[in-house]
């Protein structure tokens, strides 16, 4: 795969478990830390990231147009680093 079609141009950094941080560099990475590390708070925002992380990974969407949506989720369920 071409990583300039799936990764984005700027990471979203996170924090997961006992406070490690993660870069998070497009969807893939993104849909893996919302499924498997991802804290109890999942709202609306964790659902649009996690159904839009999927749509890119099928280039459905472009990874690009749903970094804003996953950085939401983040900071619904706070782990947004700073």
């Known amino acids: 795969m071409n990583c300039s079609n799936i990764c984005w141009a700027t990471p979203v950094r996170v924090r997961v478990g006992r406070g490690v941080q993660l870069d998070i560099d497009g969807p893939h990475s993104a849909l893996n830390t919302m499924t498997q590390r991802w804290p ?13 992380c999927m749509a890119a990974l099928g280039r459905r969407v472009s990874a690009a147009a749903i970094r804003d949506d996953f950085v939401a989720a983040c900071a619904e369920a706070g782990v947004l680093a700073d």
């Open 40 to 52: 109890p708070t999942r709202g609306e925002h964790y659902e649009r990231a996690r159904n839009l």
